[in-house]
């Protein structure tokens, strides 16, 4: 495992957790991974339970044979002061309506408005909806559920549920801390270790190739601060917050209210494909794109990268070689030879997503379950196992038009516009050209996508008799969709170079 911890019990874990890490969840939406991942990022961390004792964040922190401890700050005032009014109703506890309430009004008189035509409160509503209109999850969750887009480092929050028993039950006043505190910050409903699951991933990669890291710091740091004006606002909202709630000064009147949270472990056989994660992350970042194009890019590319480590540690399980390949059908053809094997591969993936947890130690985690008075039928078992592993890549897949059809049978992995341009972004270095067969190269050696007939031959080799002139088809779609999006360009009839132009 990585990191390396010392009289860790990894056997009395979930079969799924036992066989991908510590964790990879089905509630967790595509967003929170990308979320979570930047959340570990740009908080302070380090190997001691201590903040005072942590780095400054905006870091990769390598643990020595210990858990990764990392100190978000859940800003609770600011996310109340963004989400609760824009929240389904019933799920408005009285403590948090009275608390914004009153918060809205110290505002109204501390706020300046040359304006004539405004006043405070159109103001505190204009701060409101502005950041409002970065949300990234909502659904019908509560307020202190939801999250916005990584568009600045204040308005990344941790998980915070709010249990209905507990809030429901208390009343506002100044000065207490259960206002903010009385939250559960470790349930990890959404946030569900995805993310840090990720972020470990990505230390294997740099220690693998310790040149990248200080360009993925920059990258990732010139991401999530590329609007300094909204940080400077979100720090208003909050430090206000805590001026006037905690009016005694029993807490930091800056706003900053540390938690500890925990990184787990990862599987080992995850760093075999690790050097590629890092060159696929730099080579996004450093793509000149908009940048919430480049927010929901990074969003995908993780789920790609995250559904690869899953199929390279099954299929090193079970066969013991990374042969899962990503069977591509670029094709309209309902009954065309392409799309059965396409078909056919993605069942073929999901199997064994699936039935590697197979190998986990079953009897050891019904001892546990047993223990604690839970379910432990081998039946009710390897159903959750199968909702964290094949149905959540379908789920990831689905989310992006990775996999398709939406709904229905016959589900297999094909590629659209945004799907082509993340190709492009994170496979080749931004403004270098590399010729289109080198280009299903890297697709293949960074993904084990099969796309023509040079991919389908090296990965299936002679003994299957393929038709390989069926992958021609598959080839001319995938020359016409990079050229369509203005990737790639044609030297001869026999010689077309594919460019990242975003440099």
């Known amino acids: 495992m990585f990191p390396h911890l010392k009289d860790f019990e990894q056997d009395s874990e979930n079969l799924q957790i036992q066989i991908y890490g510590q964790r990879i969840y089905r509630s967790q939406t595509l967003y929170e991974y990308l979320l979570e991942f930047l959340l570990v990022f740009i908080s302070p961390k380090g190997e001691s339970d201590s903040v005072d004792s942590a780095d400054q964040g905006f870091s990769f922190f390598v643990p020595k044979n210990s858990t990764l401890k990392y100190f978000p700050n859940p800003r609770i005032g600011l996310k109340r002061f963004i989400f609760l009014n824009k929240s389904d109703p019933e799920k408005r506890f009285g403590v948090d309506k009275d608390a914004l309430s009153s918060f809205r009004a110290y505002l109204q008189e501390n706020i300046e408005i040359d304006n004539s035509n405004l006043n405070s409160d159109m103001v505190l509503d204009i701060i409101q909806d502005l950041l409002y209109s970065f949300n990234a999850v909502t659904g019908g969750r509560s307020w202190f559920a939801q999250s916005l887009l990584p568009v600045a480092p204040e308005l990344i929050f941790c998980e915070a549920m709010g249990k209905k028993a507990v809030r429901k039950s208390m009343e506002y006043e100044r000065n207490d801390k259960k206002v903010d505190k009385a939250f559960s910050f470790t349930d990890r409903a959404f946030m569900a270790r995805g993310g840090e699951v990720y972020y470990l991933h990505v230390l294997q990669g740099i ?34 917050w805590f001026l006037y709630h905690y009016e005694d000064n029993s807490i930091d009147s800056d706003g900053i209210m540390w938690i500890k949270k925990e990184v787990s472990w ?20 450093r793509s000149k794109l908009d940048p919430f194009e480049k927010i929901e890019l990074l969003g995908s590319l993780i789920v790609i990268q995250i ?19 990503w069977l591509i059908d670029l ?77 229905g049978k016959n589900m297999r992995l094909t590629l659209n516009e945004n799907m082509i341009k993340l190709l492009v972004t994170s496979l080749i270095i931004p403004g270098e050209r590399i ?44 020359q016409q969709m990079l050229k369509d999006c203005g990737f790639l360009r044609d030297l001869s009839d026999a010689v077309s170079i594919v460019e990242n132009p975003f440099v």
Do not use: W
Not at 307 to 318: A, E, N
Not at 443 to 466: S, T
């Open 266 to 285: 990862i599987p080992d056989n995850y760093s075999l494909r690790a050097g590629y994660t890092v060159i696929e992350l730099d080579n996004l970042l």
């Open 435 to 478: 010729l289109f067969s080198t280009f299903l190269n890297k697709c293949y050696e960074h993904f084990r996508m099969v796309i023509g007939p040079i991919e389908a031959l090296k990965h299936f080799g002679e003994k299957q008799n393929l038709d390989l002139s069926s992958f021609d088809e598959n080839v001319n779609i995938m």
């Open 207 to 240: 220690l693998q190739k310790p040149e990248y890291e200080e360009r993925l710091v920059e990258g990732l740091r010139s991401l999530v601060q590329g609007i300094p004006q909204l940080s400077e606002v979100a720090n208003y909202i909050q430090k206000m």
């Open 307 to 325: 559904i690869r480590m899953m199929c390279l540690q099954s299929t090193k399980l079970l066969y013991n070689d990374d042969n899962q390949e």
């Open 331 to 407: 094709t309209d053809d309902p009954s065309g030879s392409i799309r059965k094997m396409a078909v056919s591969s993605y069942r073929k993936l999901e199997e064994n997503v699936f039935r590697v947890v197979h190998e986990a130690n079953l009897k050891k985690y019904q001892e546990k379950l047993r223990s604690q008075n839970k379910k432990s039928s081998e039946m009710h078992i390897y159903k959750e196992a199968s909702e964290d592993t094949n149905k959540l890549v379908r789920r990831l897949g689905k989310d992006i038009e990775f996999v398709v059809p939406p709904t």
